[in-house]
């Protein structure tokens, strides 16, 4: 099956109000294609989950500065002094997870998992509305799957199919977002035919793809 489509087709379901989930990390590995579109669209009151907001003119920092998101949630917004400041004044809701903690949470959504226990945060703020579960003595937090809407990656190579090869950093969020949204949408350097890539570089299996986009190299 070709999954390759118009950025137009791929995006077409991310409408007010949508959760989405972007890949990268410090605007690395950010699906920069598709995150352009979408600035040039009306659609607004977006959630936002991603390691971090980019910088203001790279990655996601781009739709933080048109004010696209009602909600961030993320690990850690410092490079994107804007994001500070539309948190500081109450425009946009921003919900500060662990990094760790962020990566397993988006990992059991995609596994099926009903959560992760983890150490991190006990005794902190971040426990605060969270169950705790006690194994052998040692207190967790129960932390819950997080899912998306759509997620949107970014990758050096894909085929047709779907199979996705990373390149560097670019393996930071987007191989765990891949599972963990009901549409999952891929940005692609290089598009190859079914069959090129070698097995031992996939990634990120074409199941976990829906669409694929030509990126700026292609």
């Known amino acids: 099956m070709d999954k390759v489509v118009s950025i137009e087709q791929a995006l077409s379901s991310i409408k007010d109000e949508t959760t989405m989930m972007v890949g990268g990390f410090m605007a690395s590995g950010s699906p920069e294609t598709l995150i352009d579109y979408l600035c040039q669209t009306e659609v607004k009151n977006l959630t936002l989950i991603c390691n971090d907001t980019g910088l203001i003119d790279q990655g996601v920092g781009k ?62 703020l971040v426990e605060e509305g969270k169950k705790k579960i006690e194994v052998d003595g040692k207190q967790y937090l129960l932390e819950t799957p997080l899912f998306a809407d759509v997620a949107l990656l970014y990758a050096a190579k894909v085929d047709r ?19 963990a949204a009901k549409l999952t949408i891929v940005e692609a350097g290089q598009i190859v035919d079914i069959g090129e890539l070698n097995p031992q570089e996939i990634a990120t299996p074409g199941i976990f793809v829906d669409y694929i986009v030509k990126g700026r190299g292609c």
């Open 161 to 179: 199919a779907g199979n996705i090869v990373y390149k560097g950093a670019m393996n930071n969020f987007n191989n765990v977002m891949a599972s």
């Open 63 to 124: 739709m933080v500065m048109l004010k696209k998101f009602r909600k961030i949630i993320a690990s850690h917004i410092g490079l994107n002094k804007e994001t500070g400041r539309q948190m500081n004044a109450g425009e946009t809701q921003v919900e500060l997870i662990p990094q760790g903690t962020l990566a397993e949470r988006i990992r059991c959504a995609g596994y099926g998992l009903g959560g992760v226990l983890t150490p991190t945060g006990i005794g902190t």
